[in-house]
T-cell receptor, first 111, second 115 residues
Framework: TQLLEQSPQFLSIQEGENLTVYCNSS?????LQWYRQEPGEGPVLLVT?????EVKKLKRLTFQFGDARKDSSLHITAAQPGDTGLYLC???????????FGKGTKLSVKP | DTGVSQDPRHKITKRGQNVTFRCDPI?????LYWYRQTLGQGPEFLTY????????KSRLLSDRFSAERPKGSFSTLEIQRTEQGDSAMYLC?????????????FGPGTRLTVL
């Protein structure tokens, strides 16, 4: 059983479209992080959210942590081909240091 | 701040051989993590160190796996008697315990292929 469920698994869109990726759990997380990963490379941190209801913006990317700290979303406005990659959400629980990852959403933005 | 580095980037080995990977964390990061990522999956936690102490090990870390961080700086991950199922990307990450939350920064990974 996956503790963090990401949806959709795959997303193929045209340049300029908007999209939202979801990360859901039945468990509470003390923090949640979003990473983007290119093929053959390690994940690159995009954002960390810690407070229920928190919203963070990074240029065209908007991240939200659910009020109950069980879910999160990533919204991309006017997607560009450079946004193509694997988007991973990962959370920490309590005092545990290790990250629990979802399976990721593979995004492809076509020009 | 040069980021987390890992060596080698790629390793091809025959089943039954031993392999060792190295990770150099961001300087002054006292926590170091190892993860494994197979195709189509997110990374899975293997083990982590705070300074030189190994504080937690996942059940994924069989007795063929051993990790060390002798001086609290770089770390090595050794796999003995490799099996084809060990083929994966091995990722290292580091963080500072003084950071809230414990934000982890990843290296580029070592891709292991066991033939």
């Amino acid at each position: 059983t996956q503790l963090l469920e990401q949806s959709p698994q795959f997303l193929s869109i045209q340049e300029g479209e908007n999209l939202t990726v979801y990360c859901n759990s039945s468990s509470v997380f003390s923090s949640l992080q979003w990473y983007r990963q290119e093929p053959g490379e390690g994940p690159v941190l995009l954002v960390t959210v810690v407070t229920g209801g928190e919203v963070k913006k990074l240029k065209r990317l908007t991240f939200q942590f659910g009020d109950a700290r069980k879910d999160s979303s990533l919204h991309i406005t006017a997607a560009q081909p450079g946004d193509t990659g694997l988007y991973l959400c990962a959370g920490t629980r309590g005092s545990q240091g290790n990250l629990i990852f979802g399976k990721g959403t593979k995004l492809s933005v076509k020009p | 701040d040069t980021g987390v580095s890992q060596d080698p980037r790629h390793k091809i080995t025959k089943r039954g051989q031993n392999v060792t990977f190295r990770c150099d964390p961001i300087s002054e990061h006292n926590r170091l993590y190892w993860y494994r990522q197979t195709l189509g999956q997110g990374p899975e936690f293997l083990t982590y160190f705070q300074n030189e102490a190994q504080l937690e090990k996942s059940r994924l870390l069989s007795d063929r796996f051993s990790a060390e961080r002798p001086k609290g700086s770089f770390s090595t991950l050794e796999i003995q008697r490799t099996e084809q199922g060990d083929s994966a990307m091995y990722l290292c990450a580091s963080s500072r315990t003084s950071g809230t939350p414990d934000t982890q920064y990843f290296g580029p990974g070592t891709r292991l292929t066991v033939l």
